[in-house]
């Protein structure tokens, strides 16, 4: 009853976290990715790029880049505008401008399976192979759904609307400041040379793991987590070639494959995709 009585006032006075729930503004840029596909990183680059004056770290990155479901509704509506808004969110209408960051999943799987000893979720020896078929058949229980699920909602769905800007991954890390003067002009700051390789250096992965050393136990996404294992390890594409078996990839493939081709990713594996077979 209490609990209910707090819970309830927090609505009433705003102090809740509204997530999905929150309101939205005309000029909303939201940045929007699965889970481990760049995101945090991204973040930085956008910071760096629309704050340089605030020397964006991990002390204030949920300030210039906050997460709704991090940061309480009376806050959220006292920023600034236009805000610049996180999400790891599926399809949702009403979002007017999105950047949307994919990321190979054969990669996310990686990344997430270290992020979740590095949480505690598993125990550093977990079978790898074992974590790629939770991974892919959702029994994770993520709450944003499969990679597959979360992305196709937007792939598919605004995929073609002058109202997303799909940027992947590794081609953020092959030609950063093309994909940078991309973001720029399409939230409309300028995309002047000088302002984009100050961005891309403020948010190299050498400099933010230097300050995940300084700030890693006070972020709200690290705390909580193991201080011996890094929360920004190798940051580069294509590492599943060495750490993923066969069958790992296979396995990743044949689920969704037609929607890694149809991004642009070149499957590893024959035979293993049937045409209509995604599973999503």
């Not at 399976?113 to 125990?123: E, G, L, N």
């Amino acid at each position: 009853m209490i609990k209910r009585l707090i819970a309830g006032g927090k609505q009433l006075l705003g102090l809740h976290y509204p997530g999905r729930n929150l309101r939205i503004f005309p000029d909303d840029v939201f940045l929007v990715s699965y889970p481990k596909s760049g995101n945090t990183w991204t973040r930085f680059l956008i910071a760096n790029l629309v704050y340089p004056e605030k020397h964006p770290d991990f002390a204030n990155i949920n300030e210039l880049i906050p997460d709704p479901e991090g940061i309480s509704k009376r806050h959220l509506e006292q920023l600034p505008r236009p805000r610049y808004l996180k999400s790891h969110q599926y399809f949702d209408p009403r979002y007017p401008k999105i950047i949307h960051i994919v990321r190979d999943p054969r990669d996310v799987v990686l990344s997430e399976y270290y992020f979740d000893i590095k949480r505690r979720a598993i125990p550093d020896d977990f079978p790898l192979d074992k974590f790629v078929s939770r991974f892919v058949s959702g029994e994770l229980n993520h709450p944003y759904g499969t990679w597959a699920e979360n992305t196709a909602t937007w792939f598919y769905t605004r995929g073609q609307s002058p109202r997303l800007l799909l940027v992947t991954y590794e081609a953020l890390q092959s030609e950063g400041a093309r994909q940078m003067a991309k973001i720029a002009e399409f939230i409309g700051v300028p995309a002047d040379p000088a302002r984009i390789a100050f961005a891309l250096e403020q948010s190299s992965a050498d400099r933010m793991r230097e300050l995940e050393k300084k700030q890693g136990h006070l972020w709200s996404s690290t705390k909580q987590t193991r201080q011996d294992k890094p929360f920004v390890r190798s940051a580069k594409a294509g590492g599943w070639k060495n750490e993923l078996s066969e069958s790992s990839v296979a396995e990743i493939e044949s689920a969704w494959g037609r929607l890694m081709r149809e991004i642009g990713y070149e499957l590893a594996v024959a035979n293993t995709v049937s045409v209509g077979a995604d599973r999503r």
